[in-house]
């Protein structure tokens, strides 16, 4: 099958087939200890996107999908790349309702369900007015017989090459602020991301990654493991988390990196084998999500592995900026500089005035990881006019004289207390340099007074002590009074989208609920 031209140097499909020409019988992917050489990967890839054209399918219709990871999605995912279709991955953490949502705002011709999530696809299609073809996964599923599409059919039917500005993923997003959106990101977006991401933290053929990174989540995708099947590495997939596997599996399957976010090294580092597990293969892990603490920075250190720190979101693809491995313990809570391909600016969110030198403003990214906008809103801007005008992150950031970024906090996150305005996420990271805090979240909530004040919630580790008074004790030593927290309360889990980003709006809606029990403390205002 011919999948590229003149237009299409950057498209994916080609990746498979080159790897499956030059080293065939290199595993590809271990799944649960099944393993698939690149030679079957292209093989199963290639017959797919065949059958799912001679059905009838289309370049651009949407193949939705709800599994955990697994080879036979990867196998949907370079067969979509072969035919010019669109991958659809839906979240199976979500419930009938938001996956409906999804599955009409994205279309699909088919939705394509592993037998684990048979009964949440059919009651989410319960939910759904247009019908929607389903079938099963894998070789007795849809590679075997694709149903006929459904959905919205494009105008023009016939084959073509695959072009770079095809789409070839819709990733919803995490939904943080309210209803998620279908970011579209191209095969131009994932070559560039990925080139990108092999200048920075590289992978050879000789690296084993463990996947760990839901596959419905870009990073499940475009951090590390699509760059390891473009350079012929072997990547082991996890479906779920489990501390004490994970740490088996480093150990078993020789792996050499992998990437998670800071509660997932936190949960490893914490596990009771942590100290005695085999990390003697793991050279080198990415940090996403947040910024690493010093304490867990400097506990994986101390174990031998090197960090790579970022910053990134799904509509950048994700990757934005790095913070390299031997700058990790000198820049503690820097989010690095850009990646490379990938341009940035600070604009001043209340003049919309450039921020030139070290300060502080929106983070813009631009480049041609830059997504081409969310599918189907009518107004979305044309890829390259988001391009050259940039994307607006809502992010706010600071630069330091050294052109270092920090990434300050959602903009829409940043509330006022007595006409100043305090960020949660400063609130957060010192409360989680206390040795009892093991996870943490701040939100502003109304105050008679200073109009908004600071309510915190903690998880506390076990077996060390703390209590109310200790944590303000050491806030008060490290931040300015009015952003101490005035409330705070103890809980057993800090609620985070599938991204690990905290999803302040329960947290705030829970504490304007009459049943409530955060215990208001003493004045901390001057």
């Given at each position: 099958?011919?999948?590229?031209?003149?237009?299409?140097?950057?498209?994916?499909?080609?990746?498979?087939?080159?790897?499956?020409?030059?080293?065939?019988?290199?595993?590809?992917?271990?799944?649960?200890?099944?393993?698939?050489?690149?030679?079957?990967?292209?093989?199963?890839?290639?017959?797919?996107?065949?059958?799912?054209?001679?059905?009838?399918?289309?370049?651009?219709?949407?193949?939705?999908?709800?599994t955990?990871?697994?080879?036979?999605?990867?196998?949907v995912?370079?067969?979509?790349?072969?035919?010019?279709?669109?991958?659809?991955?839906?979240?199976?953490?979500?419930?009938?309702?938001?996956?409906?949502?999804?599955?009409?705002?994205?279309?699909?011709?088919?939705?394509l369900?592993?037998?684990?999530?048979?009964?949440?696809?059919?009651?989410?299609?319960?939910?759904?007015?247009?019908?929607?073809?389903?079938?099963?996964?894998?070789?007795?599923?849809?590679?075997?017989?694709?149903?006929p599409?459904?959905?919205?059919?494009?105008?023009?039917?016939?084959?073509?090459?695959?072009?770079?500005?095809?789409?070839?993923?819709?990733?919803?997003?995490?939904?943080?602020?309210?209803?998620?959106?279908?970011?579209?990101?191209?095969?131009?977006?994932?070559?560039?991301?990925?080139?990108?991401?092999?200048?920075?933290?590289?992978?050879?053929?000789?690296?084993?990654?463990?996947?760990?990174?839901?596959?419905?989540?870009?990073?499940?995708?475009?951090?590390?493991?699509?760059?390891?099947?473009?350079?012929?590495?072997?990547?082991?997939l996890?479906?779920?988390?489990?501390?004490?596997?994970?740490?088996?599996?480093?150990?078993?399957?020789?792996?050499?990196?992998?990437?998670?976010?800071?509660?997932?090294?936190?949960?490893?580092?914490?596990?009771?084998?942590?100290d005695?597990?085999?990390?003697?293969?793991?050279?080198?892990?990415?940090?996403?999500?947040?910024?690493?603490?010093?304490?867990?920075?400097?506990?994986?250190?101390?174990?031998?592995?090197?960090?790579?720190?970022?910053?990134?979101?799904?509509?950048?693809?994700?990757?934005?900026?790095?913070l390299?491995?031997?700058?990790?313990?000198?820049?503690?809570?820097?989010?690095?500089?850009?990646?490379?391909?990938?341009?940035?600016?600070?604009?001043d969110?209340?003049?919309?005035?450039?921020?030139?030198?070290?300060?502080?403003?929106?983070?813009?990214?631009?480049?041609?990881?830059?997504?081409?906008?969310?599918?189907?809103?009518?107004?979305?801007?044309?890829?390259?006019?988001?391009?050259?005008?940039?994307?607006?992150?809502?992010?706010?950031?600071?630069?330091d004289?050294?052109?270092?970024?920090r990434?300050?906090?959602?903009?829409?996150?940043?509330?006022?207390?007595?006409?100043?305005?305090?960020?949660?996420?400063?609130?957060?990271?010192?409360l989680?340099?206390?040795?009892?805090?093991?996870?943490?979240?701040?939100?502003?909530?109304?105050?008679?007074q200073?109009?908004?004040?600071?309510?915190?919630?903690?998880?506390?580790?076990?077996?060390?002590?703390?209590?109310?008074?200790?944590?303000?004790?050491?806030?008060?030593?490290?931040?300015?009074?009015?952003?101490?927290?005035?409330?705070?309360?103890?809980?057993?889990?800090?609620?985070r989208?599938?991204?690990?980003?905290?999803?302040?709006?329960?947290?705030?809606?829970?504490?304007?609920?009459?049943?409530?029990?955060?215990?208001?403390?003493?004045?901390?205002?001057?």
């Amino acid at each position: 099958m011919r999948t590229t031209d003149a237009d299409g140097l950057h498209t994916l499909g080609r990746w498979t087939t080159d790897r499956a020409a030059s080293t065939p019988q290199r595993v590809a992917i271990d799944d649960r200890g099944v393993e698939l050489t690149y030679a079957q990967l292209d093989r199963r890839a290639t017959a797919l996107a065949d059958r799912l054209l001679r059905s009838g399918y289309a370049p651009g219709d949407r193949l939705a999908t709800l599994t955990g990871n697994s080879a036979d999605h990867v196998v949907v995912l370079f067969a979509c790349a072969k035919a010019g279709l669109v991958l659809v991955p839906l979240s199976w953490r979500l419930s009938p309702r938001e996956l409906a949502e999804q599955v009409a705002d994205s279309d699909p011709a088919v939705l394509l369900v592993e037998e684990e999530f048979g009964a949440l696809a059919r009651a989410t299609l319960d939910l759904v007015t247009a019908p929607v073809p389903v079938t099963r996964m894998g070789e007795q599923g849809v590679e075997q017989a694709p149903p006929p599409p459904g959905g919205s059919r494009p105008a023009d039917l016939a084959r073509r090459p695959v072009r770079d500005d095809d789409p070839l993923l819709i990733i919803f997003t995490s939904g943080t602020s309210g209803r998620a959106r279908g970011a579209v990101l191209t095969h131009a977006n994932c070559f560039w991301t990925n080139l990108s991401l092999s200048r920075t933290a590289e992978i050879t053929s000789r690296d084993v990654v463990l996947a760990l990174m839901p596959q419905f989540h870009v990073g499940g995708w475009n951090v590390q493991p699509l760059l390891a099947w473009w350079m012929g590495a072997t990547v082991v997939l996890e479906r779920t988390f489990d501390a004490g596997r994970v740490l088996h599996l480093i150990g078993d399957r020789a792996i050499t990196t992998t990437m998670g976010v800071p509660a997932t090294y936190l949960m490893l580092a914490e596990h009771p084998d942590f100290d005695s597990a085999d990390l003697s293969s793991l050279r080198h892990a990415i940090v996403g999500g947040a910024p690493m603490p010093e304490p867990l920075l400097r506990t994986w250190h101390r174990r031998g592995v090197a960090l790579t720190q970022g910053y990134g979101l799904t509509e950048a693809a994700p990757n934005v900026l790095c913070l390299p491995p031997e700058e990790a313990t000198r820049r503690v809570g820097m989010a690095g500089t850009p990646y490379p391909h990938v341009d940035v600016e600070l604009v001043d969110p209340v003049t919309g005035e450039v921020v030139e030198g070290a300060g502080t403003g929106e983070l813009v990214v631009r480049g041609p990881n830059v997504f081409a906008g969310y599918f189907r809103e009518p107004d979305h801007e044309r890829a390259e006019q988001r391009r050259r005008r940039g994307l607006h992150t809502g992010d706010l950031a600071t630069r330091d004289a050294d052109g270092y970024y920090r990434i300050v906090d959602r903009l829409k996150d940043i509330f006022i207390s007595g006409g100043e305005s305090v960020a949660p996420a400063e609130i957060e990271h010192v409360l989680l340099t206390h040795p009892g805090v093991a996870d943490a979240a701040a939100v502003g909530v109304p105050d008679e007074q200073w109009g908004e004040v600071c309510a915190a919630f903690v998880v506390l580790r076990p077996g060390v002590p703390t209590d109310e008074q200790d944590l303000r004790e050491h806030c008060a030593t490290r931040l300015a009074s009015f952003k101490v927290p005035r409330h705070l309360q103890v809980v057993t889990e800090i609620p985070r989208s599938s991204s690990s980003k905290i999803l302040r709006r329960v947290l705030a809606s829970a504490w304007a609920a009459p049943q409530r029990t955060a215990v208001p403390d003493r004045e901390v205002h001057p």
